[in-house]
Structure formats: C-alpha cells, structure tokens
C-alpha cells in the first residue's frame, strides 16, 4: 500500500540556522498539508497545497516558513529562521480530491532547534 | 473559532471492559469529524468517520449535533486497543484542514 515518507526522520538544527522538511506524497494525491504537534501539545494546522499553491495557512505559518512542491513529487516545508520554539514533530499528509475522506500522514520529521 | 475537545488526557481499562473517549466540538456549520489513532511507533491513521456510520475493530461513534458530541465506544476493549486517539473536525470547502483535539490515551490494562 503506498506511504507518505518524511525525511529526515530526526533534524537538529542551531537556532537562527534554515530548515528543510521534506515530504514525498502519494502520488496520485492532489492535496497537501503540513501539521506540527509540539510535545505533549495536539496536532496543530500549518498549510495546506493545492494546484501549486497555498489554500489555506494558520497563524502559525508566518514569514518564516514557506512550502513548495519543486518537482512534482516532493513537497518541501522550509523554516528560513528557526526558533526554539519551532522544535516540534511535523507531519505531512496527503489527500486524493475534495471528495475523499481520509488524508494520509507521514511518520513526522522531529526538528529540534538548540 | 472552531474547536474540537477531549477531557480526558488518560483512560485507563481492563481487559474486557466498555470504553467510551469522549469529544465534543464546537462549529458554526456542518463539519466532518473523525477519529484518528496513533500506535505505539507508527503514525496517524484515520480509524473512522462520522459520514461512514461504519464499526472499525469495533469502535463506533455517533454525531450527536445538539450535544455537539462525537464520542467513541467500544464494548470490550482489547489489548491492543491501547494507542493514542484524537478526534478530529474537518472544515469542507477551502483547503480541508483538520483540526484536531489535544488526545487521549487508551490504556487497556490485562
């Protein structure tokens, strides 16, 4: 059954240094999304993709962060500037079309910014 | 804003006994709502969905709109039951974000 992959699997990055999370949806999906859940805090909306560009983003997904699908098959989140507080797990999902129920997660990039 | 809660950060049961997790939810409209279940070591997974009215390994919730509720129950909890569940509000149209509740974690104790 096909997956959505994240990599790295653990990123440590020095504070102020720039991030990249890289996601590889399922492919035939035409939505995508990022998510971050800060320990012992709930799963927390970041941004949602479609046909090339951002539908929807939270509070959260200030000038700091960007998304980007390069390529047709990866899908990048990019932090310019880390702060302490962007240290976090952070999922990627997938969806096939609007009328789809189920999106599907990868197993999370844990980021953490010292 | 649109909020979805679960009051309870730990449940713990025995082998053999009913479980109900609780959520409830709070949207102007007519939102999707889901539960999700994360095992030990492996990702989110959709478990079901309030459109489905369906039974997955076991478990079934209801919408109740005018309690504005979407508990989940099962009547014997299993061992394997034991995971972290969060319950969750999609918004239709837009960009389809999930919102999710803070989670609580199932203990099924032998």
């Known amino acids: 059954e096909p997956e959505v992959t994240q990599t790295p699997s653990h990123q440590v990055t020095q504070m102020g240094q720039e991030v990249i999370l890289r996601c590889v949806p399922i492919s035939n999906h035409l939505y995508f999304y990022w998510y971050r859940q800060i320990l012992g805090q709930k799963v927390e909306f970041l941004v949602s993709f479609y046909n090339n560009e951002i539908s929807e983003k939270s509070e959260i997904f200030d000038d700091q962060f960007s998304v980007e699908r390069p390529d047709g098959s990866n899908f990048t989140l990019k932090i310019r500037s880390t702060k302490l507080e962007d240290s976090a797990m952070y999922f990627c999902?997938?969806?096939?079309?609007?009328?789809?129920?189920?999106?599907?997660f990868g197993p999370g990039t844990r980021l953490t910014v010292t | 804003a649109q909020r979805v809660t679960q009051p309870e950060k730990l449940l713990s049961v025995f082998k053999g006994a009913p479980v109900e997790l609780k959520c409830n939810y709070s949207y102007s409209g007519s939102p999707e709502l889901f539960w999700y279940v994360q095992y030990s070591r492996q990702r989110l997974q959709l478990l079901l969905r309030h459109i489905s009215r369906e039974s997955i390994k076991g478990f079934t919730a209801d919408l109740n709109k005018g309690e504005t509720s979407f508990h989940l129950k099962k009547p014997f909890a299993q061992e394997e039951d034991s995971a972290m569940y969060y319950c969750?509000?999609?918004?239709?149209?837009?960009?389809?974000?999930?919102?999710f509740g803070a989670g609580t974690r199932l203990f099924v104790k032998a």
């Open positions: 999902a997938s969806m096939q079309e609007q009328s789809s129920y189920e999106q599907y």
């Open positions: 969750a509000l999609r918004e239709p149209g837009g960009g389809f974000k999930t919102i």
